[in-house]
Nanobody, 116 residues
Framework: QVQLVESGGGLVQPGGSLRLSCVGSGFTFRDFAMMWYRQTPGNERESVASITSFGKIIDYPDFAKGRFTISRDNAKNTVYLQMNSLKLEDTAEYYC?????????WGQGTQVVVSS
């Protein structure tokens, strides 16, 4: 059974930091590119960060550049998203995604709320 379990979300003040984690199981984690997406109510999901199976980071979208960092630890089947200098507009549900040529898996999401 494939699972992607996100954690690390929560309430943070503007300017603060959070580190999201996503643990994968039930598939060969090291063979999959990993991504983080986010979604706010009424809006489409948008890509936040991507990292290849080999650990190469795909360019970040403009809103994430300089603030967000994706990394992975294949030994722990885990992908991380370090988010710094958080802004009110970063409030969203954050999803972990595993993707290969043949399959795509999504986690259930973890909520991030940036509020003063």
């Amino acid at each position: 059974q494939v699972q992607l379990v996100e954690s690390g979300g929560g309430l943070v003040q503007p300017g603060g930091s959070l580190r999201l984690s996503c643990v994968g199981s039930g598939f060969t984690f090291r063979d999959f590119a990993m991504m983080w997406y986010r979604q706010t109510p009424g809006n489409e999901r948008e890509s936040v960060a991507s990292i290849t199976s080999f650990g190469k980071i795909i360019d970040y979208p403009d809103f994430a550049k300089g603030r967000f960092t994706i990394s992975r630890d294949n030994a722990k089947n885990t992908v991380y998203l370090q988010m710094n200098s958080l802004k009110l507009e970063d409030t969203a549900e954050y999803y972990c995604v595993a993707r290969s040529l043949f399959a795509e898996y999504w986690g259930q999401g973890t909520q991030v709320v940036v509020s003063s």
